[in-house]
Nanobody
Framework: QVQLVESGGGLVQAGGSLRFFCAVS????????MCWYRQAPGKQRELVAT???????NYADSVKGRFTMSRDNAKNTVYLQMNSLKPEDTATYYC??????????????WGKGTLVTVSS
């Protein structure tokens, strides 16, 4: 079992910055994929950023150039640096981990989320 605990949410003005932390209960070195998702009120959960084991990152078009996902293997922590925040970034942000298994389906884990509100 892997536990993911997000932190760093809060209230920020448009144009501001926040940094999210996702603390992982085990070594992240062996985790195949880690992601940040978000869900705004009344909307479906959407993928924001992906970081695969090789270190490659991908971002949703809506956040490209503003958000940066990174990791610290020594601290078992994944980050999401969010700059130039917009009111439409207001959402609950979730950390996600996927571990591929050679003997069966991949194991998937979710954090409980952290809320960010961007005021205009």
């Amino acid at each position: 079992q892997v536990q993911l605990v997000e932190s760093g949410g809060g209230l920020v003005q448009a144009g501001g910055s926040l940094r999210f932390f996702c603390a992982v209960s085990r070594s992240i070195f062996g985790i195949n994929t880690m992601c940040w998702y978000r869900q705004a009120p009344g909307k479906q959960r959407e993928l924001v950023a992906t970081l695969v084991r090789s270190g490659t990152t991908n971002y949703a078009d809506s956040v490209k150039g503003r958000f940066t996902m990174s990791r610290d293997n020594a601290k078992n922590t994944v980050y999401l640096q969010m700059n130039s925040l917009k009111p439409e970034d207001t959402a609950t942000y979730y950390c996600y981990a996927k571990i591929e298994m050679s003997w069966g389906p991949a194991m998937e884990y979710w954090g409980k989320g952290t809320l960010v509100t961007v005021s205009s």
